[in-house]
């Protein structure tokens, strides 16, 4: 008779031990012939992306080096602030916010009315090096040089007239901000252009056929870098020569047509003498000018730019550092009476709707105040352009 615990176990397990160990052996074996399948399936496709949906977008040589740098993050401010290492703004107000980059896929070059002369056509023959990387400036065989060739010639002799330049940056980055201040603006007026944005040479032909001669603007460190950052392939004071040289050359291939280059933020780039003085005999070498746009007040620009033979002229105001309409119109009242006592004065705005609105309207009454407007490379002196 079998026993009590016999009987249980026979009536709970009815597949006993052995059809049971038979099953998960089975499965087991499915398994991993499943695992086995699906590995090899893997190696043979060569997929990284394991299945996942893929759109192929085929990119021109242009689409694939501007795909580079991502114009969404750039961190370009919409104003600039003084960059006194004792004022430093943490980029927490609604100045300091990234402004929204928009597509430049067609840009219409309308004709230019008589009224205004249009500059000459860019590049201009034997003033450009080809390199990989792009077209770089560079002083013509017979000694001409960019700085004088792509600069806008002065209409009249302005000799003993009160005489203001203005240059307004942040181009390019903007279609409806670039196209309202190429057309709304005085052709005096100096255009400073981002190398971030798109379409960017088809910029530089509309703001040239408008009269307006242009500058390439240059990243550079400021002090609380990283937290603000200017943008991709700004010059640091961490980096060497050699590093700094590679990117400057990078930002100097985005376009032709500049008469000079102008930083962009930069505080601290711009106060260490070694940094700057590589990067000015750059410029020299290319035979270009160097505008700094003032907001530093520690900037070694003047002293370096002697030293390096480099024409150099700093802005004396930063016309919209408080973007009102009323800020503003001060602010060029401020830049009059500076010329007035000087014979000469140099503001720098940010590219900004209001900016543009209040530096047109305040341009149509400078003659009858005595004024002449001038582009800003006509305030390097004489022999060092």
């Not at 597949?15 to 499943?34: D, E, H, Q, V, Y």
């Not at 930002?251 to 590589?278: E, S």
């Not at 003032?294 to 004396?316: F, N």
């Not at 500076?338 to 400078?366: D, Q, V």
Request: hydrophobic letters at 40%; one cysteine or more.
């Amino acid at each position: 008779m079998a026993s009590d615990d016999t009987k249980k176990t026979g009536s709970s397990n009815k597949l006993g031990p052995p059809r049971r160990s038979k099953i998960l052996l089975g499965c087991w074996a499915l398994f991993t012939l499943f695992l086995a399948g699906l590995l090899g399936w893997l190696l043979m496709t060569h997929d990284p992306l394991g299945g996942e949906p893929v759109i192929m977008v085929k990119l021109s040589k242009q689409d694939d080096q501007n795909a580079k740098v991502d114009t969404q993050d750039l961190g370009m401010r919409k104003t600039m602030r003084p960059e006194d290492p004792t004022r430093i703004a943490k980029n927490k107000d609604a100045s300091s916010s990234i402004p929204g980059i928009e597509p430049a896929n067609t840009i219409t070059i309308e004709t230019v009315g008589s009224a205004i002369v249009a500059l000459p056509s860019v590049p201009a023959k034997g003033l450009v090096e080809k390199t990989n990387l792009g077209l770089l400036p560079k002083i013509g065989k017979n000694g001409r040089r960019p700085s004088q060739v792509y600069a806008r010639k002065l209409a009249v002799d302005d000799a003993g007239s009160v005489r203001i330049a203005i240059f307004v940056g942040g181009m390019g980055l903007s279609v409806k901000g670039t196209d309202s201040a190429i057309k709304l603006l005085p052709e005096e007026v100096t255009l400073g252009f981002a190398p971030y944005g798109k379409s960017l040479q088809s910029w530089i032909r509309k703001a040239r056929n408008h009269g307006h001669e242009v500058l390439l603007q240059i990243p550079m460190e400021p002090y609380d870098f990283p937290d603000n950052d200017p943008g991709p392939y700004t010059l640091l004071t961490s980096l060497s020569a050699d590093e700094n040289l590679k990117r400057l050359k990078w930002l100097m291939t985005r376009f032709v047509g500049y008469a000079g280059v102008t930083n962009y933020m930069g505080a601290k780039f711009t106060a260490t003498p070694g940094h700057l003085k590589n990067a000015f005999a750059e410029f020299a070498k290319r035979g270009l000018i160097y505008i700094d746009n003032g907001a530093s007040q520690r900037s070694k620009a003047k002293q370096i730019g002697r030293e390096t033979g480099l024409g150099v002229a700093t802005a004396d105001l930063l016309i919209d550092a408080n973007p009102s309409k009323a800020a503003i119109d001060n602010a060029l009242n401020q830049l009059e009476n500076i010329a007035r006592r000087r014979g000469i004065a140099i503001g720098y705005a940010s590219g900004l709707p209001i900016s543009i609105k209040r530096i047109s309207k305040w341009s149509k009454s400078l003659e009858r105040r005595g004024i002449v407007l001038v582009p800003v490379s006509a305030t390097i002196p004489v022999g060092q352009t």
